[in-house]
């Protein structure tokens, strides 16, 4: 179904291959994950798929791919869309239309299709991904989950042989995350679909698929297997591996469900103390402090009365579904949206509804689309300018640029031009941009969307060093692994409001949605990361 052969490709003005001599071979209606370090080409490799790499970026390919028969590269992308349906790491991006059911029929009106037979193959995928309640709705209106079931039910209006997914989840909530991979499994096992995807939460994905693709960084060899034989020979890997690891369990849990038989046997018969996580409560006055805020987007109120205090020194990750208000919340507080009622103070200041980029010298802001922030030619001049809009030369710059860009991973990247980087690597760009001023405090809207495990605990370590030299923080996040491991509080949200303020602990421990692995593994012992289990029977 789906084959390559030494396949190796480079970007154009690139010094380095972004794929380099890449053999594997998927069979008809597998289920496919792929792996590997941000920036290691896995969407480069999805690309390749149906023709886009190299047609639409131009570089140079060597190598033999085939895909249902056919050669991606001489066969066109237009040709390959009838074979492989392909949903994008940003689903707004591939929208066109603004209505659910005019976006399905979009491209198959472009194809001249009667319309009879368009209409047979909308009322098809409404079905297939249960949109039919949404057919009306404005794209616009759609929560995350519902983005990306139209993204993927778009794709496959054209019957595709094969399903190609770029991080379909990085951007949903649990409970979205579990309803999209949940229609793939159905559209796997009921329509024998192929489906190849990557992604970077492993926890979220393992339980479905049939095997991994492992693409390493540089110098190392492509691994491809099943979960079992593949996990062991990598180092990323989800919170679930790591604990059965540190503590011999064989066979590998690769579910929940298997992990849990394990904790049962090894908690059997062991007296385990429930773990403290009792903070001392801030002191002075916080940095940023909400009162009463309320906002309202094309006439409906979507945060409502919100009151949030953030200290110096503290993390917070702000959670809740999608579509919860968070991302809106942290827009009205950098000033990118005025709020209807209420105020908002920064370091003493009443900021409400003063100018963006006054606000701006206090909070950085980085928004769930890091291209947003990015316009520079290179990764260096991104902090330049950043720079040079505060009215500071480099040599004045409260942090080194180029030891900042290696703290995040970036310094081999100094010179490349931001938008030919992976997602994950972009986010480190625009992350760099924001930080290289020191703010006071840091709002970041979903910062390890594209991210690996290895880049996640780089993240982490860094803003743990901003954290002990006083700055505010404020995570925006669906990674219930990121919470666990770096908030000192958990603000959880609903349909606008706050509806629980407390310590991961409290909040993440016991619910069914947002608890992460490690506590839903060893229930009542107050365990929430791997290093707590360590730290407990070490």
Not at 222 to 244: E, R, W
Not at 453 to 473: C, E, N, V
């Amino acid at each position: 179904m789906i084959r390559f052969e030494y396949v190796s490709f480079t970007y154009p003005n690139a010094d380095r291959p972004a794929l380099d001599n890449i053999s594997l071979h998927l069979l008809d209606g597998e289920f496919a994950l792929v792996v590997g370090p941000s920036g290691s080409g896995k969407s480069t490799l999805l690309r390749c798929v149906n023709g886009l790499t190299p047609h639409f970026s131009g570089g140079v390919i060597s190598g033999g791919v085939t895909v249902n028969g056919l050669d991606p590269i001489e066969a066109s992308p237009k040709v390959m869309s009838r074979h492989v349906g392909f949903v994008f790491q940003t689903p707004e991006a591939q929208f066109v239309m603004d209505r659910v059911e005019d976006e399905l029929a979009f491209a198959l009106e472009n194809a001249a299709m009667p319309p009879q037979e368009m209409r047979i193959r909308v009322e098809e995928v409404l079905d297939l991904l249960d949109l039919a309640p949404l057919r009306h709705r404005q794209l616009d209106t759609l929560s995350g989950g519902e983005r990306q079931r139209v993204a993927i039910a778009a794709a496959l209006a054209f019957r595709p042989q094969i399903l190609v997914l770029d991080e379909p989840t990085s951007q949903l909530d649990p409970k979205s995350a579990e309803d999209v991979l949940q229609a793939l499994v159905r559209l796997n096992t009921d329509l024998g679909l192929t489906i190849l995807l990557a992604e970077h939460r492993l926890e979220r994905v393992l339980p479905f698929v049939d095997q991994i693709i492992y693409l390493p960084a540089t110098g190392s060899d492509l691994v491809q297997g099943s979960s079992a034989q593949v996990l062991p020979q990598i180092d990323l890997t989800p919170p679930l591996v790591q604990v059965a690891q540190k503590l011999d369990w064989s066979p590998l849990p690769l579910t929940l469900k298997e992990g849990r038989r394990h904790s049962l046997r090894w908690l059997d018969g062991r007296t385990i103390a429930p773990k403290s996580h009792s903070e001392s409560p801030p002191a002075g006055r916080p940095y940023i402090r909400s009162e009463g805020v309320q906002v309202a987007f094309k006439g409906q109120t979507v945060v409502q009365g919100v009151d949030l205090q953030v200290w110096p020194g503290e993390i917070v990750a702000l959670m809740g579904r999608n579509g919860a208000g968070k991302t809106t919340l942290l827009k009205t507080l950098v000033g990118l949206m005025r709020p209807k009622q209420g105020q908002i103070v920064v370091d003493d200041q009443n900021v409400t509804g003063r100018d963006v980029a006054d606000i701006g010298r206090k909070v950085g802001y980085l928004p769930q689309n890091p291209g947003a922030l990015l316009f520079a030619d290179t990764v260096r001049e991104e902090l330049a300018v950043t720079l040079r809009n505060h009215g500071l030369p480099p040599q004045h710059a409260p942090v080194d640029p180029e030891t900042l860009l290696a703290e995040l991973g970036l310094a081999g990247k100094a010179d490349d031009y931001p938008r030919d980087l992976s997602v994950g690597e972009q986010q480190r760009v625009a992350l760099a941009a924001i930080m290289v001023t020191c703010p006071g405090a840091l709002l970041l809207d979903e910062p390890t969307r594209g991210l690996d495990y290895r880049a996640k605990q780089q993240l982490i370590d860094l803003l743990q060093r901003r954290q002990r030299a006083g700055a505010a923080i404020v995570l925006a996040t669906h990674d219930v692994e990121l919470a666990a491991i770096a908030a000192n509080r958990v603000v959880l949200m609903s349909q606008g409001e706050v509806i629980a303020n407390g310590s991961p602990a409290e909040v993440l421990g016991a619910s069914p949605l947002f608890a992460p692995q490690v506590a839903r593994l060893f229930p009542g012992t107050g365990w929430l990361t791997v290093d707590d289990v360590c730290e407990s029977i070490c």
